[in-house]
T-cell receptor, first 112, second 114 residues
């Protein structure tokens, strides 16, 4: 079982560059989300999706875009990277109702 | 707004010591509660969860947690820790019946010395 797959695992960007973090799940989950993890702050929700074609903002959406064209994929786009976006990013998926979330392995992003 | 507070940011224990990590949440409605663990360099894994029923929940690796509704608490316990329990522990909540928007606490970093 692949579960939730994130790519890349590591990335270094220069300020102003753009990139897309990929996330795919093979569990037919309707709900997918992106979090960023920063020391002492836990995980904070960036964007989430409750199904293909439906996305919404989380707690810290500025500087990030998402789209959900299929159930399986939920990419996160950084349009113009800033040093404040240096973080570890986790993608998660879950089914409807009272279920647990499954997390990907994370992407460690450094913006210089 | 929902929030989760974890009382201890860093805990250092010797092997065989008992562990209790505090977690309190703030939310006006009914919630589901979770504890996740993150071992060094790895992703988050579910330790245990509470949806309904018996407020004492048992999870993997000998962990348990007790939901006390009147105190809005969901503390994590383990009677005897091992070196392999060294990790960061996150408490999380989401609104029951709603979309699975997890709200996390800041985390507690546990170091267990042999």
């Amino acid at each position: 079982n692949a579960g939730v797959t994130q790519t890349p695992k590591f990335q270094v960007l220069k300020t102003g560059q753009s990139m897309t973090l990929q996330c795919a799940q093979d569990m037919n989950h309707e709900y997918m989300s992106w979090y960023r993890q920063d020391p002492g702050m836990g995980l904070r929700l960036i964007h989430y999706s409750v199904g293909a074609g439906i996305t919404d903002q989380g707690e810290v959406p500025n500087g990030y875009n998402v789209s959900r064209s299929t159930t399986e994929d939920f990419p996160l786009r950084l349009l113009s990277a800033a040093p404040s976006q240096t973080s570890v990013y986790f993608c998660a998926s879950s089914g409807q109702g009272n279920t647990e979330a499954f997390f990907g392995q994370g992407t460690r992003l450094t913006v210089v | 707004a929902q929030s989760v507070s974890q009382h201890n940011h860093h805990v250092i224990l010797s092997e065989a010591a008992s562990l209790e990590l505090g977690c309190n949440y703030s939310y006006g409605g009914t919630v589901n509660l979770f504890w996740y663990v993150q071992y060094p360099g790895q992703h988050l894994q579910l330790l245990l969860k509470y949806f309904s029923g018996d407020p004492l929940v048992k999870g993997i690796k000998g962990f348990e947690a007790e939901f006390i509704k009147s105190k809005f608490s969901f503390n994590l316990r383990k009677p005897s820790v091992q070196w392999s329990d060294t990790a960061e522990y996150f408490c999380a909540v989401n609104a029951k019946g709603g979309y699975n928007k997890l709200i996390f606490g800041a985390g507690t970093r546990l170091a267990v010395h042999p």
